[in-house]
């Protein structure tokens, strides 16, 4: 089965809008087993919607197109599919009345050009949108077992009419069962990960494993589709069992779950408080816990010290060890950590301080060395760590490593 | 001239991956005068990207692919690009040798598999990336006096070769002259901005004036394009000052540069010393100046004081203060900052508590609700906000808003 899905609308060919329709139909229609092998975007141009339709008919079951139903002259998309199908377009007095309802609701007088939201190809089933005036529709094609699913432009009422119609539509047309699971892999880079699963992404039809990268993390989606749901759950567990088995001690969250999130949930289960210290990633470890909310019982403070001076006033750091060592060193690392801990009298500790770039490195300490330091019940740890990239993402790779090693401890 | 835009990647197809590309393209691509007319997204299909290529070739002047340039065996744009123009692909001994020292430099074995970011068409421009191992390319069809720019993936080095490299080819090649001017608008919401410039937006061909909004701020860019530099340039300033006259004090910069940007250069400019203390926004105003750098001069520490013993230990603020008005109010908002600048002897000093949600809102102090306390050379000014949104936009709100008050002053 091979869906597509085609979005008309100039303002996303001049960039003014992002199309996260076709993101969240795609994902939608992955989550019932449908794959999608085109997204396609036309402007308001009778002419290109029609000539890409017919092309995507050619090789496709499913189209969905998003965009096009408003009531102006430039929104034609069922006007434009009415032809290419040789099909008369009719008023459908039930949504009329309702599109007429919505504007008395609204105490609004309903503008003439409304009434074309009303029209329909012929024979098409209608989807009445709560959430705005212009229903979508289903053109199922005779004979050839097709159908083009017309939905709004506005996310909101796209997600709406696919939430509350079109899924239903598609599983009970399609008689369709799948199931997913997402495994959250970190401190391991995307190419090993590649390397480490090679046989298992590239042999694989059903389950099919796949590797997405971002934001420091590596999502591994395990998905088995087919007839029988119980069958898709154990396809699915086997290929986690040996996932799990290569690298478990990266994996995460079975749950597809970002490792701030996870860390959260375990500091208030295990009730354990944390304090943080920070100088070259500024706050960013903080807030990466701190987004998540509910969490003000377990943190208790970072202390951003980004000068040499806050962090021997706010961290005890012994004017010494910043002369002998440095600020960038095991030593200064462990005492940042200490005075975090002290001051706080938290249970667990963290401390960063590195050359995040793009100068202040030299040849003994270059741009990304990076120490991060970990105090449990005041045991204090240090790790040197050597990060690439600029100044962005090595602030970044600090915290996911910071993170990873408090994970460790966590678990 | 018509343009289109191919993405290659079965990530986006699948719904993990928004396709921002086409967006940013497209906006670009916008600004120096080329339509674009399509955007098409293929799966890692050989057989489909090259259809859709040749298809988009019969109407196309150019066509920007995006994505596939990766080391792995899925990665195959330019085979495909290089088989359905005919081309032979050929090892570009420079990029390999780029490729393999940027592996040296992060001490890092090169796996086999990256030889393969060096082969591209024969003929083909290359395209150096200094984000990342994937060189782009640009093929040009002999006769046709079409061109297939070929670019990677990830957005930051999409972007990156697009500023540095194809914007200046496709100046050159199709005679265009263009001047943009951008300006940062703070504190003043998108659709107030285009209230106020309604018939700039509306009734101006050139230049143009389009507003662009995201993370707290409104970017306006002006541009004018024509033959001659003098002209465009002389048109765009004459809409710039009628900006200014109409929305000046909401001005941050006329260079585009974010607020935060602008900050850190003013304290450089006036040897400021800045500390801070966060409460609800747990770092990110911190981090959103530290991402910078070069600051340690004059930032000196963000107390992340997320408890109220935190508060109370770091900060000197009384119990009595938390307990008669609690921890969201005028009186420790003052005291936050009054003990973030004693602590420090910092210039100036900034504090936010507040209630960022979901939960922890009462009808007296709804979620939203925020504080924000200024001190310059000691002398304290509170503020108080309500913010709209989730958790996530009610801390970047509060955080712009303290940077528009401290820009404010430093101006």
Do not use: W
């Amino acid at each position: 089965m091979k869906a597509a899905i085609l979005a008309i609308g100039t303002e996303l060919l001049m960039g003014q809008t992002v199309n996260t329709n076709a993101t969240t139909l795609s994902k939608a229609l992955g989550e019932i087993g449908i794959g999608v092998y085109y997204h396609m975007t036309v402007g308001d141009n009778p002419q290109r919607i029609k000539e890409t339709l017919l092309k995507l008919l050619e090789e496709c079951d499913l189209i969905i197109t998003t965009g096009g139903l408003g009531p102006t002259l430039d929104d034609i998309t069922k006007e434009v599919i009415a032809e290419a199908l040789h099909l008369e377009m009719v008023l459908d007095h039930r949504s009329f009345d309702i599109i007429k309802e919505r504007f008395r609701m609204f105490n609004r007088n309903m503008p003439e050009n409304n009434i074309r939201q009303a029209y329909f190809p012929k024979g098409a089933i209608i989807l009445d949108n709560e959430k705005g005036t212009a229903p979508g529709c289903i053109v199922e094609l005779e004979n050839t077992n097709q159908s083009i699913i017309v939905l709004p432009g506005p996310p909101r009422e796209l997600k709406h009419l696919y939430d509350t119609h079109v899924k239903a539509y598609l599983l009970e047309r399609h008689h369709l069962s799948m199931v997913s699971k997402y495994l959250s892999v970190y401190d391991y880079g995307e190419s090993a990960v590649e390397e480490r699963l090679v046989d298992l992404i590239e042999s694989q039809q059903n389950p099919t494993l796949a590797t997405y990268a971002g934001d420091g993390k590596v999502l591994l989606r395990i998905t088995a589709s087919g007839p029988s749901p119980d069958e898709n759950h154990r396809l699915v567990e086997g290929v986690v069992s040996e996932v799990y088995r290569r690298m478990g001690d990266y994996i995460v969250s079975d749950q597809g779950k970002d490792i701030d999130e996870v860390i959260v949930s375990l500091l208030l289960n295990k009730k354990l408080t944390l304090a943080m210290a920070e100088s070259c990633t500024g706050g960013k470890l903080a807030s990466a816990l701190i987004k998540h909310p509910g969490t003000s019982e377990v943190i208790d403070s970072s202390l951003v010290t980004y000068s040499n001076a806050s962090k021997m006033r706010l961290l005890d750091v012994k004017p010494e060890t910043l002369q002998v060592y440095g600020a960038v060193s095991h030593q200064t690392c462990g005492e940042m950590v200490k005075g975090a801990v002290k001051h706080s009298n938290a249970d667990i500790g963290i401390s960063i301080t590195g050359i995040a770039g793009p100068t202040g490195g030299t040849d003994e300490k270059p741009v990304g060395l990076v120490y991060i330091g970990l105090s449990i019940f005041g045991e204090v740890y240090t790790f040197e760590n050597k990060f690439t990239g600029d100044r962005e993402l090595i602030q970044q790779r600090a915290v996911i490593k910071a993170l990873k090693l408090l994970y460790d401890y966590l678990k």
